[in-house]
């Protein structure tokens, strides 16, 4: 795999390197993942010049922040159980 130039990009390869480590079991230090930057790379860089790269750093970034807060991973395609249940609950308390 060819590398990519510019220094935004390599940082943003970098990061996505270290997830998927981390989720490879390939790496076992999470500490990283709480000074990562793919959120802001891709609200700050990429959001107007390639949305595409963008949202798929943001979620990436998603990811990202739920294993480093401890969580089970949910994608970002994918809704809660958990949540859609409380919030059938609350909408049906409001009535």
Excluded: C, W
Excluded at 63 to 83: F, N
């Amino acid at each position: 795999m060819e590398k990519p130039e510019f220094t935004v990009f390599q940082v943003a390869l970098k990061q996505l390197i270290y997830v998927k480590k981390i989720l490879t079991g390939e790496e076992k230090d999470k500490s990283v993942l709480h000074s990562m930057s793919l959120g802001t790379l891709a609200s700050k860089e990429f959001d107007t010049t390639d949305p595409e790269l963008a949202k798929h750093l943001s979620n990436a970034n998603y990811i990202a922040s739920q294993i480093g807060a401890g969580l089970k991973v949910i994608l970002p395609h994918q809704t809660d159980p958990e949540y859609e249940k409380r919030k059938k609950r609350y909408l049906k308390s409001n009535k």
